[in-house]
């Protein structure tokens, strides 16, 4: 059943703490918490400013950020248009089955 606490929203600056403990999750997840070369510092400097390299759209559920999804945009010659490339999508392990991750699927307007 899904959470009706769930919150979807696009990260802010003020994120980039909880990103980054996110993506420490997934990298020991997979055991490769050594491969991550990133930092706070680079999440603020690549993914928001006047323009940022990256998204990430958040999971919040009663006031904690649960998950992330993380994308970059891309541009298609062959299309002629611009598309998004997802990059990780992560779930805490304590919101799994609970499609947190179905609800961070990105829909463009």
Same mark, same amino acid.
């Given at each position: 059943?899904?959470?009706?606490?769930?919150?979807?929203? *696009?990260?802010? %600056? %003020?994120?980039?703490? +909880?990103?980054?403990?996110?993506?420490?999750?997934?990298? *020991?997840?997979?055991? #490769?918490?050594?491969?991550?070369?990133t930092s706070v510092a680079a999440l603020l400097r690549d993914g928001f400013g006047d323009n940022p390299r990256?998204? %990430?759209?958040? %999971?919040?559920?009663?006031? *904690?950020?649960?998950?992330? &999804?993380?994308? &970059?945009?891309?541009?298609?010659?062959?299309?002629?248009?611009p598309y998004m490339n997802i990059d990780d999508v992560f779930v805490l392990d304590s919101q799994r089955g609970? +499609?947190?991750? *179905?609800?961070? #699927?990105? #829909? #463009?307007?």
């Amino acid at each position: 059943m899904p959470n009706p606490h769930l919150i979807v929203r *696009e990260a802010v %600056a %003020a994120d980039a703490e +909880s990103l980054y403990t996110l993506i420490l999750g997934l990298a *020991e997840h997979h055991n #490769q918490r050594a491969a991550v070369r990133t930092s706070v510092a680079a999440l603020l400097r690549d993914g928001f400013g006047d323009n940022p390299r990256f998204g %990430a759209i958040l %999971a919040e559920s009663h006031g *904690e950020i649960v998950g992330y &999804t993380s994308y &970059t945009c891309n541009y298609s010659v062959w299309l002629g248009s611009p598309y998004m490339n997802i990059d990780d999508v992560f779930v805490l392990d304590s919101q799994r089955g609970r +499609s947190v991750g *179905e609800a961070m #699927q990105w #829909q #463009q307007s």
